[in-house]
């Protein structure tokens, strides 16, 4: 139920902190109304973008998380908080008493990720020569493989890490060397090189080194070296704690989790290339699903799918696309 302000005071407040029971001043100016539910829009990035205030008596408003509105302020006991006149038989000269302001708390901040310390970090061993030398010594290693040739050759021209397109390609030959080829040595030797670049700010870019640790911590653990796993598993949380505010860091932890507990399998492609009888198309888009369940694995799984159903999932997997 809306109503009209009279003699009220309000409070600034940004609207991403904004609670069920705050008595939101509405567009006009002239009206509050109660917030009955807070919902949170996200823009392409996954960043919290709108705040969707559900009002009480029906109606929605849709306010930029970080834009200031006001709210009535309201006494522990449910009351409208209003001005206290000033007491005319005050004795002159004394100070007027301060007003009490009431701080509202910062929203809970999830807790970092915390990056590897130097020691742990040393259990990434160090490329065996130049970048190009370590993708020399894979395709020789492996003369009849077309797709590793091809991938080498590109990348026998210079290895630039600050190109999408070139870390793309690392990613993909440690892929194909551990999936196709079941040379997990290899597969982590050229992933190394991918792993140890930080966090740059540019999700392009990180995608192919996200995707390289999330490889490397599955095959360290199928191999039981288990510690440089952990390794790995921190690399990739590393851009988790990048964002100091405490409120975004929140709403980012919110995203993220329903990001892992809702992942992207990719089963109505699945689905429609097999219909299809398009096994090329098939193998591609599980190739999809098993990145997406190797980064599911990294993470320690989810709230929706365990860590023995993941490794379940990844086996069959596995199997399906070297069939």
């Not at 609670?19 to 509050?32: A, E, I, V």
């Not at 060397?177 to 090189?193: C, E, M, Q, R, Y």
Request: charged share 25%; with cysteine.
């Amino acid at each position: 139920m809306t109503e009209t302000p009279a003699a009220r005071h309000y409070s600034e407040k940004q609207a991403g902190s904004l609670k069920t029971g705050d008595q939101l001043l509405l567009p006009d100016g002239k009206r509050t109304a109660e917030i009955q539910q807070v919902e949170f829009e996200s823009d392409d990035f996954g960043a919290p973008a709108l705040v969707v205030a559900g009002l009480s008596g029906g109606g929605t408003v849709r306010i930029a998380v970080d834009s200031s509105v006001q709210v009535l302020d309201v006494t522990p006991d449910g009351v409208t908080q209003l001005p206290v006149a000033e007491n005319p038989l005050k004795e002159a000269g004394s100070a007027p008493a301060a007003p009490v302001v009431v701080v509202p708390p910062l929203p809970a901040i999830p807790p970092a990720a915390s990056g590897p310390t130097a020691e742990e970090l040393s259990l990434i061993p160090a490329p065996q020569g130049t970048p190009e030398a370590v993708v020399g010594a894979v395709a020789e290693a492996h003369p009849d493989a077309v797709g590793v040739l091809l991938l080498a050759e590109k990348l026998a021209k210079g290895i630039n890490v600050k190109s999408g397109s070139c870390l793309k390609d690392l990613s993909d030959l440690a892929h194909e060397l551990f999936i196709t080829l079941k040379d997990p040595d290899g597969s982590l030797a050229v992933a190394d090189l991918l792993n140890v670049l930080p966090f740059d700010g540019n999700p392009g870019r990180w995608a192919s080194v996200e995707a390289s640790l999330a490889l490397s911590s599955y095959i360290c653990r199928q191999d039981g070296r288990e510690e440089r796993a952990e390794v790995y598993e921190k690399l990739l949380r590393t851009p988790e704690n990048q964002e100091t505010d405490p409120f975004k860091a929140r709403m980012n932890a919110k995203v993220r989790q329903r990001s892992l507990n809702e992942p992207n399998l990719y089963d109505k492609e699945i689905f429609r290339s097999i219909d299809n009888s398009n096994h090329e198309a098939e193998r591609e888009w599980r190739l999809l699903r098993l990145e997406s369940l190797l980064f599911l694995r990294a993470h320690g799984g989810s709230e929706t799918i365990g860590l023995t159903e993941l490794q379940r999932r990844i086996s069959n997997e596995l199997e399906a696309v070297r069939a």
